[in-house]
């Protein structure tokens, strides 16, 4: 495999949330350097948060393990336990099912990038601390429901 041209990786913006989370990720997007290099046993996402964006509705995972490296500017951890400043070379890690949700947040003036490597599942459960809000992912399909396992209809 030659080395990846990001000038050729597709940026992905948006979102796979329902309305209105969907709307809160402006400002948020992604190259999928994982995808682009064939990867199929783990993810490799690059981040990039404008400022005042976010990265995701703060969430934890059940089956899977994220890690994440600030590679760009700052942002801010948001874990259960608070905030953490972290800048270029920091990193964290979050195995899977241990229930603290965690998201980015670029309250600088300057655009911030982290690399997000994760591992694939066949199924996945992702649960939302902040609001009422469990995504599964099965089969590339992904579907909500709140967290009393009732199908998503809209924010309640």
């Given at each position: 495999?030659?080395k ?7 940026v ?5 949330y ?16 994982g ?10 996402n ?6 005042g ?9 059940l089956v ?17 336990a ?10 964290v ?7 603290d949700?965690h998201h980015f947040?670029?309250?600088s ?8 490597v ?19 992912v ?19």
């Amino acid at each position: 495999m030659p080395k990846l041209d990001l000038t050729k990786v597709p940026v992905k913006t948006g979102s796979i949330y329902p309305s209105p989370y969907a709307e809160m990720m402006a400002g948020r997007s992604s190259l999928r350097l994982g995808d682009a290099g064939g990867l199929t046993q783990f993810g490799v996402n690059l981040v990039i948060l404008q400022p005042g964006a976010l990265s995701s509705l703060r969430h934890w995972h059940l089956v899977e393990d994220e890690f994440v490296m600030v590679t760009q500017g700052e942002c801010v951890l948001v874990q259960d336990a608070g905030e953490t400043l972290m800048v270029a070379g920091d990193c964290v890690a979050f195995p899977a099912n241990v229930p603290d949700g965690h998201h980015f947040l670029n309250r600088s003036g300057a655009v911030a990038q982290f690399l997000v490597v994760g591992s694939k599942s066949k199924r996945e459960v992702a649960t939302y601390s902040d609001v009422d809000l469990v995504l599964t992912v099965e089969a590339g399909q992904a579907s909500y429901a709140y967290k009393d396992g009732s199908p998503w209809e809209g924010p309640r």
